[in-house]
């Protein structure tokens, strides 16, 4: 599947489902693919994995203009396979979520990543980071217009990590390895001031 212009404005009824089963080669070409930001028009990510994923073509997938509902970009179910070869990859830093929710098997070779977390690979998930950019601006002061806190580590892996490389900035923390192995072979990783 290639783009060939933005698409914009999907609600939660919207919602990108690849079925289980299916190989899907999604090209961006450049393009965005972005939510409905009226308030509890959209809840979730734009794109969820049950089947096979390449997303290439250095485009945008964000949910960033839903405030409460933009948990992220690309939610990999359990027993799903995704692949990123670039792109940029963003939930709203206040609906406490993550760019990449990944339950099942996961390589991202490049891109730039950011959310109330960048990447949460949670503990049946299988991740590999080849390269990108992961960051957040969440900390403990960062507060929705409902007054919840959402804050969260750049990077947080309960399952199988393998960190090869990539820039990783977070507030709270960089890169959380909370439950099941990680491994890390190279890459920067830094925590800023709370702003």
Do not use: M
């Amino acid at each position: 599947i290639t783009l060939t212009a933005n698409v914009t404005g999907i609600t939660t009824d919207g919602i990108i489902t690849i079925d289980e089963g299916q190989n899907i080669v999604l090209d961006l070409s450049g393009f965005s693919i972005t939510v409905d930001g009226t308030a509890d028009a959209f809840e979730g990510r734009p794109i969820v994995n049950n089947g096979t994923l390449t997303v290439t073509g250095n485009g945008t997938i964000s949910s960033e203009a839903s405030e409460l509902g933009g948990k992220g970009a690309i939610l990999n179910n359990e027993g799903a396979n995704l692949t990123i070869e670039n792109g940029t990859f963003a939930g709203n830093v206040l609906a406490s979520g993550a760019a990449v929710r990944n339950l099942g098997t996961c390589v991202i070779n490049d891109g730039d990543f950011t959310g109330t977390a960048a990447v949460y690979n949670l503990e049946s998930g299988d991740l590999t980071v080849n390269g990108g950019d992961f960051h957040t601006t969440s900390c403990t002061q960062t507060k929705n217009s409902q007054g919840t806190s959402c804050w969260a580590y750049c990077v947080i892996s309960d399952g199988s990590l393998v960190f090869n490389d990539g820039i990783v900035t977070g507030v709270q923390g960089a890169l959380s390895i909370s439950g099941g192995t990680g491994v890390v072979y190279d890459g920067t990783f830094q925590t800023v001031a709370c702003e």
